[in-house]
Each structure stands twice: as structure tokens, then as C-alpha cells.
């Protein structure tokens, strides 16, 4: 393996923890890569694999077991399967908004919404990554990946990756065990040929966070530009000089609760409803109609809830910590629990609990968290 010296995992992870591996192996290849599994799938030893570093919250102890950085990087242009479209197939280590500032270059749409969402390519289809309106599974076509059961390399269509709301059968869900357990080589896209011209933007969502008319008309640059500029007033774009920057993400989910659960909530609490309300068809042939109707099924539906709203509304302000911890809500941003100089684990893991809790004691509900958690417990 392409064993390199072992340095500390709060050196490689956005949220600044981490102790030190075992082993530390840098695969700068899909070949390397694969190689690099089989070897440390062999030895039964405990692994896992590190990409940016930015979905991850890792314990202080040392990992006794082998860490493995994925490092390719390059992007293969094909045709794409209709009028005006392409397709990219993108090593996994390379560096997602890289590639989303390069299909903004070559005028092609379907990721520009998703600039400055740190990480690489090959952890994007794991959470089903999206902001804005956009989501990784309106564009992924496939990818190719390796199973750690049997060892082998296959190329796997979008469908078959249960893609949902920051899920897939890849991820590893706090508590549980990937339904899958395989390692991302390479993504393929599917875009759009629109070039670098103004056109109107069919997502209401992405209107609405650009404060954008249903006719108004603007280019891939300036939507990238203006979603940009948008996350960071949130703490939301990796800066070195910006603690609130210093974090995983959204540490917490927003909460998907049945439609009953969710009118226990207060009337202002940001709710949206994950299936369209539509009135049900029922076709009835006449030579069998009696003149009476059926009764509508009964669909119970889920609602995706704000978790900032919760946490807020569960009286933590932004920038709240306690006494003397270096671990803090973002001052930007609720969802953000970041390390605010040298905070161990420990203290970021004392933090999500109280929120945990301070939101369970208010609304009832349990947030989870959205990073990888290795090493460490809530």
C-alpha cells in the first residue's frame, strides 16, 4: 500500500479532531484505490475512508486501524444520452466544488446551485449532497465502486442507490451500518449544454434563496457567484481565518417526521412536505359502477422540519458554548457546531448532546446527526 506517515486526523478533517491512525495510505489513483481495499479489507482490520474531510466528526483516541485518503482526481468528458447534454465521469477524490466551478466554465447546468459544498466527488452520491433545490440524483447517471464483500469493481446505475433525502444504501447512518458496504472509484454526471448566456431558473427554491423572479434570467457564473457569496455570510465556505468555517457542515439533519408529528409543531416552525399533494385518480370501469365511490386511501405522508428553526426556537442562540469550551454554535449559523481553536471531541460531543436534548425536552424530537461519526459517541 502507499503507506505514508501517520499524522493526526484533526489535521485532515474540517472540524479540526481527530487522533492518530494506525496507518495513513494515500491512493492517488482509482488503481491505488482499489488496491489499497482489497489489502486492508484483507487483515479484517477496522478502516475507513477520507475524502475532504468535511462530513466527518472523529473521537481523540487513536484509530487503531487503517485510514484510507482518497487522492485521484480528473475529469473524462462522454456524450451524453440527449439533445444538448454531456456526460462527466470524475475520479472520487477529486475536489466537488473544483468540478463545479469547471462545469460552470464549460456552460454546462445541473450542479452551479451546489457551489462551496466542501468534500470530493466520490462522497457526494453517499448523502445524496444538494442545496438550494438541487440534488445529486437529478444529475448522477453512475458510478463505479468496489464491494468490500466480495472485493470486486462494478459500475452501478443511480437507481439502484436508494438516493434520498442525505441518504443512499452507501451511508453510514449514526447507529446503523451501511446497507451497502462499498467504496465510490469514480461518478458519472449527466448536464445540460446552456452555455454562459442568461436564461430563467426553473427551481422556485433556487429563485427564492437569489431573490429571483419566475422571469428573471441569469447565467450559470452568476448563480455560482451569488450562491457563493449566500453560504458564506453563513459560515458555509471553508476559510482558515473563519472558526465559524471550522465545522462539518449542518451537524444535525433537518427532521423527517410523519404529517401528524408535524401539526404537534408550532404554526411558524419552516415545514415542507416531501410528496406532492395531489388529488387521487380513481377510474372505475362503468359496467362495474354502482354508483358509489370508494373511500381515498389514506397516504400518510412525511414533512421534512427545520432543525435550525428547533434549535433556535429551543432557546440556543447562535454562538452559544458553555464556560470555558473551545466548541460552539456557529455565530452565522445554528446548524454549524464549530471548533472554535483546539476544542477536543469531547467538547463538541458535550455540545450536540445539550442540543439533543434541549430540543427533545421542547419539541419532542430527537435531531440526528449528519457527519460520520468515528470514534466518538453522542
Partial sequence: ????????????????????????????????????????????????????????????????????????????????????????????????????????????????????????????????????????????????????????????????????????VLKQHYGSVPERSAVILSVTLELARVGAGERPIAGAQLRGALGLDAADAVSLRWIRDHVLATRARKGMVLDPEDPDTWSAGSFFQNAIVSESFARTLPAECPKWPLAPDLDPVTVIPLAAFDGILPPPPIERREVKVSAAWLIENAGLSRGFRFPRSRAGLSTKHTLALTNRGEATAAEIAQLARFVQQRVHSEFGLLLQPEPVLVNVEL
Avoid at 21 to 40: F, I, Y
Avoid at 86 to 106: F, I, N, P, S, Y
Wanted: without cysteine; aromatic residues 4%.
Fill in 1 to 168: 500500500m502507499p503507506e505514508v506517515d501517520a499524522v493526526p486526523l484533526s489535521q485532515l478533517t474540517t472540524l479540526r479532531t481527530g487522533g492518530v491512525p494506525a496507518r495513513l495510505v494515500e491512493a492517488a489513483s482509482a488503481d491505488e484505490l482499489v488496491a489499497a481495499l482489497r489489502e486492508t479489507w484483507a487483515t479484517g482490520e477496522p478502516w475507513f475512508v477520507l475524502g475532504g474531510g468535511s462530513n466527518l466528526f472523529v473521537g481523540d483516541e487513536p484509530f487503531e486501524g487503517t485510514v484510507i485518503r482518497v487522492r485521484s482526481s480528473g475529469i473524462e468528458e462522454l456524450p451524453g444520452t440527449r439533445p444538448d447534454t454531456v456526460r462527466l465521469r470524475v475520479q472520487a477524490g477529486h475536489d466537488w466544488d473544483a468540478l463545479v466551478a469547471e462545469t460552470v466554465e464549460r456552460g454546462l447546468a445541473g450542479i452551479e446551485a451546489m457551489s462551496g459544498i466542501p468534500g470530493t466527488v466520490g462522497a457526494a452520491p453517499v448523502q445524496n449532497v444538494g442545496a438550494y433545490g438541487q440534488e445529486i440524483v437529478q444529475t448522477l447517471v453512475e458510478v463505479e465502486l468496489i464491494d468490500e464483500a466480495t472485493g470486486d469493481v462494478s459500475t452501478v446505475p443511480a437507481s439502484e442507490l436508494g438516493l434520498g433525502f442525505r441518504t443512499s
